[in-house]
Nanobody, 115 residues
Framework: QVQFVESGGGLVQPGGSVRLSCVAS????????VGWYRQAPGKQRELAAS???????SYPDSVKGRFTISRDNAKKTMYLQMNSLKPDDTAVYYC?????????WGQGTQVTVSS
């Protein structure tokens, strides 16, 4: 199964931006629909953005217009550009297959939006 390693999180002020990266362990990543999930303290994990193998993207209303997901299949890497961040975006961000995650989760990357 494909494994993922997330990076790029940190502390950012409200209204700021951050770019997350996710590297896949296998080239089969190219054929997978994948996405970024997030889990805030005390809440269930939710899908924040997804991108199909053909490049079609999908976002929930909570992040639409602020987040942009992309992928570079040659690098087996997926990205999440997050702009106009809000405190409600604070969470651990993970990547996995989407919309149905598969296998073990990576360690994720923490994004904290706070002044």
């Amino acid at each position: 199964q494909v494994q993922f390693v997330e990076s790029g999180g940190g502390l950012v002020q409200p209204g700021g931006s951050v770019r997350l990266s996710c590297v896949a362990s296998k080239s089969s990543f190219t054929f997978n629909d994948v996405g970024w999930y997030r889990q805030a303290p005390g809440k269930q994990r939710e899908l924040a953005a997804s991108i199909a193998s053909n490049g079609r993207t999908s976002y929930p209303d909570s992040v639409k217009g602020r987040f942009t997901i992309s992928r570079d299949n040659a690098k087996k890497t997926m990205y999440l550009q997050m702009n106009s961040l809000k405190p409600d975006d604070t969470a651990v961000y993970y990547c996995n297959r989407a919309p149905r995650p598969y296998g073990a989760w990576g360690q994720g990357t923490q994004v904290t939006v706070s002044s």
